[in-house]
């Protein structure tokens, strides 16, 4: 080493010092050694580790792909399900309703039949009581009739005594 006018060290190299094969053959050998063994202890087992994680997250994507597949075909299927539910609603919606149109229909005509049956058994009590009213009032009538006749024979009555007695006879009609 040479010192400089300042008096700092500094490191020359040596020119024409002598090269030493033996040095860089043995480095050389030594350096294959150790890249073969590296290869054969640390590298080998490195990617085999490597490779290993690599299918195992391959895989797991793929099963993460298959659930997500799975659950979109779920989704899917409960969609349907709902949709089928819901126009199965409608459709008990729309029956029940046709169903209690049809009752409705059914009580509606039921009632106008008995209101018939009874206004026609109404129109049959009326004709007949009117028919035995008519025929108590005939009974009456001739009664009456008969009763009046033998006082007009009992009487022999001018006009004015004769409207007095069909008048008085009418009267007890009407109390009667």
């Given at each position: 080493m040479e010192?400089?006018?300042r008096g700092v060290l500094h490191p020359q190299f040596v020119i024409g010092a002598e090269f030493a094969a033996g040095d860089v053959l043995f480095t050389l050998v030594a350096f294959i050694i150790l890249l073969a063994l590296i290869r054969i202890f640390a590298w080998k087992p490195l990617m085999g580790i490597m490779k290993e994680r690599e299918e195992h997250i391959a895989s797991e994507i793929d099963a993460a792909e298959e659930s997500r597949a799975q659950a979109e075909g779920l989704l899917e299927e409960q969609k349907q399900v709902l949709k089928e539910a819901r126009v199965e609603a409608?459709?008990?919606?729309?029956n029940a309703k046709q169903l209690g149109e049809k009752e409705r229909e059914s009580i509606i005509q039921t009632a106008r039949s008995e209101s018939e049956r009874l206004k026609e058994e109404a129109k049959s009590d009326i004709a007949r009581e009117k028919e035995d009213a008519i025929a108590a009032l005939r009974d009456q009538v001739g009664s009456l009739s008969v009763l009046i006749a033998s006082k007009v024979i009992e009487k022999n009555l001018d006009e004015e005594a004769q409207s007095s007695l069909i008048e008085e006879y009418i009267?007890?009609?009407d109390d009667k």
């Open positions: 010192r400089s006018e409608q459709n008990m919606i729309e009267e007890r009609l």
